[in-house]
């Protein structure tokens, strides 16, 4: 390592500082809220600092620091940062400051609430910037610590089955995913992410892996489809894939806005990560051979949780599908990858392709994070209330409100000139070029995510003002400026995406160069 050590900062500033609030105890609300909002903008400090420090669109990772940890086991201490993962940790400052924003309605054991969300940054941070397995593995588990009893603590009537259903989903497949990292571990002796891509593109992975196991029957190639959908197993439950989402609608909804918020714009995001990350560059092999298979299972969870979205009547639980389908799309183009096209004009769109997916994971994050604001809003100024068909007239009652939440729906239905559009156009793009049949069966859940969503909006702001609607107020001072402000980067990024594209660019050339054709 060399220089300041920013990524260990990173993760430690926010971990610290979660750890010195759940212990003051005897602090009222605003003290805590002041400090937790302070060692927030530390750790955004430390992100923008991170970015102008280093050289992004070098395509190689930046802010290295590697020391030994269990060498008798491959473990190392081993972080650094690119494209792909700082504008993951950006995302992170972004949405965990929404929520820490969308908290003023917490009253309740504050000073635990609040160091609880630091803690659940910081594991994301270390999960967003971690290079070796084990190190990545630990921040991937201890995330749903927090996660668990923010769920646990602070939801609704039903959140004790809802926090214990997502506590056991993700703790399986993640004990699935570390069989598989096993059979890899005891084949190569190697758990360094940069590493294990760089024997998979050379074609020696797995070889490797097959002269270890190779008396335990079966053939080489079975066992790289064995391990790889271990693995997958414990990304999918996470992003989450049908049919390993059923933890996600329950945990949605019964969990506090602010948490829910933190769940689908961040916490998601750790599976697909991990899909672009580790799975694409390691599992490129096994992947030629599936990849129509999933494929399949992308486009059943695209069409379908929009379809599922469309049935409901409660706004969360609706949201809550509308964030199954639009990482459902990330699912899609990560899989078409696996189509094995060579040639300049096929690396193009598999560019495009995988830039789109970046910018998914950061657009999705920002407006749906947006968006179950803007219902715990409508929760909290109507009592409680968030069914489809409670509300209506809300636009002659509260203008900038409506307009707010509306530019949000649009911008999460993809309407060209806002952020949604760019990342969905790109996929679409890619995907359309690399597997045609796997994006003309995507189609129509573009289509029905445009007809829930503009549904939402025709009860919930037109017609005659309801009685839930009659006392409603509109957000005022620091609140309408705090939503107006992810409102203001949708337009931002939907007309301007070079923004970040000019540092997933380099990075995403890099990803490409391991795969082998």
């Known amino acids: 390592m060399n220089g300041f050590p920013w990524l260990t900062c990173l993760t430690l500033v926010p971990l610290l500082g979660g750890l010195v609030l759940m212990g ?36 190689t990772l930046q802010a290295v620091e590697r020391y030994v940890w269990v060498p008798t086991l491959g473990v190392e201490y081993y972080v650094g940062v690119d494209g792909l993962g700082w504008v993951l940790l950006l995302l992170t400052v972004v949405v965990s400051g929404l929520a820490l924003f969308a908290s003023a309605g917490i009253h309740e054991r504050t ?43 602070w939801g609704g009537p ?52 097959w002269d270890r196991w190779a008396g335990w029957g079966g053939t080489a190639a079975g066992l790289a489809l064995a391990v790889m959908v271990a693995v997958l197993v414990g990304l999918a439950v996470k992003v989450p894939m049908m049919p ?4 996600l609608p329950a945990t949605y909804t019964e969990a506090a806005t602010p948490v829910t918020m933190l769940l689908t714009g961040a916490m998601s995001k750790m599976g697909v990560y991990g899909l672009v990350r580790v799975f694409l560059p390691i599992f490129q092999e096994p992947l030629r051979e599936a990849w129509p298979w999933l494929v399949g299972l992308a486009v059943w969870t695209i069409v379908a949780s929009a379809c599922a979205a469309l049935a409901q009547r409660d706004l969360k639980r609706m949201l809550a599908y509308s964030s199954v389908n639009h990482l459902g799309y990330c699912l899609l183009a990560v899989f078409a990858l696996g189509s094995a096209r060579s040639g300049e004009t096929a690396a193009v769109h598999q560019g495009a392709a995988l830039n789109g997916v970046i910018l998914q994971m950061f657009n999705h994050g920002l407006t749906a994070a947006t968006l179950f604001w803007c219902v715990g809003l409508l929760e909290t100024g109507s009592g409680g209330r968030r069914g489809l068909d409670e509300f209506g007239g809300l636009r002659a009652v509260a203008p900038v409100f409506c307009g707010l939440m509306g530019i949000s729906a649009f911008a999460s239905l993809g309407l060209p000139g806002l952020n949604g559009f760019v990342g969905e156009f790109l996929i679409f793009r890619g995907v359309f070029s690399l597997v045609p049949w796997g994006a003309v069966l995507a189609v129509p859940g573009l289509l029905v995510t445009a007809v ?24 005022v001072g620091w609140e309408r400026w705090a939503l107006a402000l992810p ?31």
């Open 111 to 153: 000073h635990l609430y609040h160091g609880l969300i630091l803690c659940l940054v910081s594991t994301l941070f270390g999960a967003f910037t971690a290079l070796n397995f084990v190190h990545w593995f630990l921040f991937w588990e201890l995330s749903l610590i927090p996660a668990f009893f923010l769920v646990r603590l």
């Open 452 to 475: 829930f969503l503009l549904r939402m909006m025709q009860r919930v702001f037109h017609g005659p003002v309801q009685p839930a609607c009659r006392e409603w107020r509109e957000p």
């Open 158 to 209: 039903h959140r004790q089955a809802a926090s214990m259903q997502f506590f056991l989903f993700t703790l399986a497949g993640s004990v699935v995913m570390l069989l598989g990292f096993l059979v890899v571990l005891l084949g190569t002796g190697q758990l360094n992410f940069p590493d294990l891509a760089r024997m998979a593109g050379e074609g020696s992975l797995w070889p490797a892996v």
């Open 487 to 517: 409102v203001a980067g949708m337009l931002l990024l939907g007309l301007w995406p070079q923004l970040l594209l000019q540092f997933t660019q380099p990075c995403v050339m890099q990803l490409l160069g391991f795969l082998r054709v």
């Open 244 to 247: 390993l989402h059923t933890w």
């Open 24 to 59: 003051w105890g005897r602090a009222g609300t605003a003290p805590v809220r002041a400090a937790a909002l302070g060692i927030w903008g530390v750790t955004a400090a430390l992100v923008l600092g991170l970015g102008a420090s280093v050289d992004l669109r070098s395509g």
